[in-house]
């Protein structure tokens, strides 16, 4: 049983009967809200997750979009926005490039097949650019 209850982005109850997963539910629910130090939020931490995903600190809450591009630091190399939309890791220079939704449709890495057929690619290339 997954639940979405305000103030705690996602809970998963468990148990093997209904019953034990409401209530297993409701027990993360009632530590997730009491969790904050008044604040009314959690300590998200980001834990090498890079699209935008965090865990709370204290009660290990997991909440999606917590985080936006900029507080991780992750820019668009093309337009400099913030995003948490696309990455690719370099492994042999160690570095990460980051992409907007928006520049990931005309940037996105090429595929095999297409390499071999640059104008195909130009063609694919421009007809993306109007959708
Ligand atoms: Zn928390
Ligand atoms: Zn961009």
Request: glycine content about 12%; charged content about 20%; aromatic content about 10%.
């Amino acid at each position: 049983m997954e639940v979405y209850p305000p103030g705690a982005a996602f809970i998963r109850g468990e148990g093997t009967t209904p019953q034990e997963c409401e209530e297993s539910a409701w027990a993360k629910y009632q530590h997730a809200l009491n969790c904050s130090d008044g604040s009314g939020s959690h300590d998200w931490e980001a834990r090498g997750y890079r699209n935008g995903a965090g865990f709370c600190s204290r009660c290990g809450t997991f909440g999606s979009q917590v985080f936006t591009g900029e507080q991780l630091g992750q820019f668009c190399r093309i337009c400099g926005t913030g995003t948490t939309y696309h990455w690719d890791t370099d492994k042999t220079a160690g570095t990460t490039t980051f992409l907007c939704e928006k520049h990931y449709k005309t940037h996105k890495p090429t595929c095999h097949s297409s390499h071999n057929r640059p104008l195909a690619q130009l063609l694919a290339e421009l007809l993306d650019e109007d959708s």
